[in-house]
């Protein structure tokens, strides 16, 4: 009998076969300040970017119970600008977040009231040192979800911007201890303690 995935069991099956080959094929080590097996309650994962490889890796990274609650926080003008690339974001469990303007944080508290997790670029742009946009202080102290400090060391080297595929190299993906960021505090300050903590990460 031919087996048919459903819409709904499609992530699943994609995720269960991309992402263990892509741990082997690029030696994945995962280094964490907090035990993810454990980790309660919606999170913001807030990570550096250096290529398209992230999303792919830090999910690679975490265990199952929590990579099946994270939403990625997708450029909807990159990745909704084509049937194609939205189907990719579907599969790997994006949703839209606009670079400019509130609706981006506000799809991101509702989706952590629901109990989700979100896994953002705070920078908005592929560069891994790049300066954090003060949106991730306003979703945390919106949100009153704790931030784990996230960092993935080598993706702008094994995949490039502008590169058209990616070459084989080493990954690494850290998770630092995580952050709570009080309602009171200056989005400006909130921000600079997150990026902080990330860019301290990702120091080899």
């Known amino acids: 009998m031919l087996f048919t995935a459903t819409r ?6 994609v995720q269960g076969v991309v992402l263990p080959l892509l ?26 970017h250096g290529s398209h490889l992230d999303s792919l890796m830090i999910l690679a990274a975490l265990p199952r119970a929590q990579r099946d609650r994270v939403r990625i926080a997708a450029a909807a003008d990159y ?8 189907a990719a974001a579907a599969l790997f ?4 977040f606009p670079r400019s303007g509130a609706a981006g944080i506000k799809r991101s508290i509702a989706l952590l ?3 989700r997790s979100i896994l953002i670029y705070p920078a908005g742009t592929r560069a891994p040192r790049a300066r954090f946009r003060r949106g991730i202080g306003l979703l945390a102290a919106a949100s009153r979800c704790p931030v ?6 080598g993706s702008n080297l094994v995949w ?7 070459h084989s ?36």
């Not at 490039?160 to 990616?166: N, R, V, Y």
């Open 160 to 166: 490039p911007k502008g590169q058209l595929l990616p």
């Open 93 to 96: 469990n994006g949703f839209p």
């Open 8 to 13: 709904s069991q499609l992530p699943d099956l």
């Open 79 to 86: 990745w909704y600008c084509s049937a194609l690339r939205r």
């Open 113 to 115: 009231r629901e109990g």
């Open 169 to 204: 190299g080493r990954l690494t993906v850290r998770f630092g201890a995580p952050i709570a960021i009080e309602r009171s505090l200056a989005a400006g300050e909130a921000t600079s303690r997150i990026e902080a903590a990330v860019l301290a990460l990702a120091v080899d």
């Open 23 to 48: 741990r082997f094929r690029y030696s994945l080590t995962v280094r964490s300040q907090l035990d993810l097996e454990q980790l309660a309650g919606p999170c913001i994962f807030a990570a550096n």
């Open 148 to 153: 784990i400090p996230t960092a993935i060391l």
